[in-house]
């Protein structure tokens, strides 16, 4: 995220210079570009959403920190050159087109390698050029544009603003959308708004790009609303080029040089709900993953919710920390084997492919509908229409199947297409039990647990929701009785405890703990036993993660309390080895009360808030 943070001295002497400047700012906003430029930083706030780009053009040299030049060569009928795009000393970008010795030039910069975003809000105040045989532009572009099929949600060349059309003395100019390349499979769409005095001063064109739509503003009045080529989904950079070519006009009727003036450029992103965010992260249910994965992603939204109570993150930050929090989850899935379908099992209903260029045309209803079972996301099933559409698993005679967990993916770029399909269950072929609808589908594998995973059924359908194209890429189904133990919490918990005792800050009782947790997790497949090792080597990693903290801290009585600490977790250790007693875990819980006790004891001493953030995440872990 590229965020140009001003110090506190220079916003104080801005908005002096702002208020100095009210009473002028109205007739004479293009009269002194310094001028201008500071009015301008005051209003890059946006209510709702967070600035990620900003560049006001100030100083005496283009910020290479967010530019670069485009790659100097021919283009169209003229050439980019570096010479063509610099800042003028006022605040602006200058993007001139010029003739030297009967060529033309013109400039071009880009974020390509320095800033890429998908969806936000993306803003340009400018002064257009307007001679003729060339045109400028605001534009954003990714390397995807060019990618057949799909239509533009891979990419999509997005032209914020293009002035081929000054030269003809109208007030119109253009926005466009382009995608699938340039040639046979071409698909575009476009806007020609005629505004009054458009190529007369300063004038903003913005972009809202959000996943439904994309929304043209000039001046803050909306121009064009449209979600052609269904919106790009992926991530694009920032251009402001000018090039030579008929569409502009004749180029030798122009005078030149002249140039586009780039007051500002900036982008901003939906500023995240954090909060809503965090609510629907606690909500995932513990037994869809395992124990380890989710253990820690609980320790991690504990962690994040202490943080966002501190204040001083961004949403922007606790998002994608909750995010990553998400991303650590393993679902219960990845401990299973999914049944093994071959072609022969599948069949598909009879409905007509979509003419679709990624698709082979020559396939069968039945070969279509193995595309779903073929282990590559990248093959889907698309129909014109897919109401009433089926594809059928027939596991055959005498080998029915329990089903406990069904996982399905959705063709890529076309997650929400899935929305409402189903996956029904018959032992006759005839009668039709639901297993499980998806409600809200994402990228990746959207998983349902079987409404009914306690009859076994021959018969197995993944039907299209009506209305949409039975867009899927894979359908994974998982039998009930494939149960393996799940470790991994265990096997986390010793990993961290070896870790410790390998760094020197383990408790001394801490390898008598860890031994006898690999012995567990070694020769149990009970997961009772497995569980209850893994809570009570939790709480000996948890003593020995609070003596390192003890000694960073060099807190003077932290020796002595660690000895009686170390004697008492020895006793506890004890009790839990003769047996998973009430009074074992009294001791322990008594024990975990003195850590926390010594925690505040240090806390007061040290007055920081680290070692309190950090304590406080660790002990709601062990004495919930
Ligand atoms: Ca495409
Ligand atoms: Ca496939």
Do not use: C
């Not at 570096?82 to 033309?104: C, K």
């Not at 052609?228 to 122009?254: C, D, H, K, M, Y």
């Not at 069949?347 to 193995?370: C, F, H, I, R």
């Not at 029915?400 to 399909?421: F, G, I, M, P, T």
């Amino acid at each position: 995220m590229i965020n140009n943070k001003r110090k506190g001295p220079m916003l104080l002497g801005i908005i002096l210079t702002a208020i100095v400047l009210a009473a002028f700012s109205v007739n004479h906003s293009k009269a002194t570009s310094v001028a201008k430029d500071k009015t301008d930083q005051l209003a890059s706030a946006k209510e709702g959403w967070t600035i990620t780009f900003e560049d006001e053009f100030g100083g005496d040299s283009i910020d290479y920190t967010k530019w670069e030049h485009a790659p100097e060569w021919p283009r169209k009928d003229g050439y980019w050159s570096d010479e063509e795009a610099f800042v003028d000393g006022n605040g602006n970008l200058v993007i001139q087109i010029s003739e030297r010795d009967g060529e033309y030039y013109s400039g071009a910069v880009t974020t390509r390698n320095t800033f890429n975003q998908a969806y936000g809000y993306y803003e340009v105040r400018a002064k257009l050029p307007t001679e003729e045989g060339f045109w400028s532009a605001f534009w954003l572009m990714t390397d995807g544009e060019h990618i057949i099929g799909n239509e533009g949600r891979d990419g999509t060349e997005i032209d914020i603003f293009e002035t081929a059309l000054a030269y003809k003395g109208t007030d119109t100019f253009n926005h466009a959308l382009h995608w699938d390349g340039y040639a046979e499979h071409h698909g575009s769409a476009a806007a020609y708004p005629s505004i009054p005095g458009i190529y007369e001063g300063y004038h903003t064109f913005g972009l809202e790009w959000n996943k439904d739509e994309y929304i043209f503003y000039v001046d803050g009045e909306e121009t064009w609303r449209t979600s052609a080529g269904g919106v790009s989904q992926v991530p694009a950079f920032v251009q402001l080029t000018a090039e030579v070519g008929s569409w502009g006009g004749n180029i030798e009727n122009a005078n030149l040089p002249d140039q586009l003036l780039v007051d500002y450029v900036r982008v901003y992103e939906r500023t995240p709900d954090a909060k809503a965010l965090l609510a629907k992260a606690n909500e995932l249910p513990e037994e869809n993953y395992t124990n380890g994965s989710y253990f820690n992603f609980e320790m991690e939204l504990k962690r994040i919710e202490h943080q966002m109570k501190k204040g001083d993150s961004t949403d922007r930050e606790l998002a994608d920390a909750i995010e990553n929090a998400k991303q650590s989850l393993v679902h219960i899935t990845s401990n299973r084997q999914k049944l093994a379908i071959t072609r022969t099992m599948v069949t598909g209903s009879n409905k007509p492919q979509e003419d679709n260029p990624l698709l082979d045309s020559s396939l069968s209803p039945d070969q279509l509908a193995y595309l779903a079972f073929d282990d590559n996301p990248e093959t889907f099933i698309d129909y014109n229409m897919a109401d009433d559409s089926w594809i059928q698993v027939d596991l055959g005679e005498g080998n029915e199947q329990k089903l406990e967990w069904l996982r399905v993916r959705a063709r890529d770029y076309y997650v929400d297409r899935l929305e409402s399909a189903q996956i029904v269950a018959s032992a006759d072929g005839e009668n039709w039990t639901e297993l499980g609808t998806f409600e809200e589908t994402g990228d990746g594998w959207n998983i349902v647990k079987s409404k009914d995973s306690s009859t076994a059924y021959r018969y197995i359908r993944f039907l299209g929701a009506a209305g949409s194209y039975g867009n899927v890429s894979e359908v994974e189904l998982y039998p009930a009785e494939i149960h393996a133990t799940d470790k991994t919490l265990l096997a986390s918990l010793i990993d961290q405890g070896t870790q410790l005792e390998m760094d020197g800050h383990g408790w001394q009782v801490l390898p008598q703990a860890l031994q006898l947790a690999a012995e567990v997790y070694q020769n149990s497949s009970n997961q009772t036993e497995v569980d209850t090792a893994a809570v009570n080597l939790q709480w000996f990693v948890t003593g020995s993660l609070t003596k390192s903290f003890i000694a960073e801290s060099e807190f003077p009585g932290a020796h002595g309390i660690e000895k009686s600490l170390s004697n008492k977790l020895k006793g506890a250790l004890n009790a839990a080895e003769r047996g998973n007693d009430g009074a074992a875990q009294g001791k322990l819980q008594a024990v975990i009360d003195q850590l926390d006790a010594l925690s505040e004891k240090v806390f007061t001493l040290k007055q920081t808030g680290v070692l309190k953030d950090w304590h406080y995440s660790l002990m709601e872990s062990v004495t919930e």
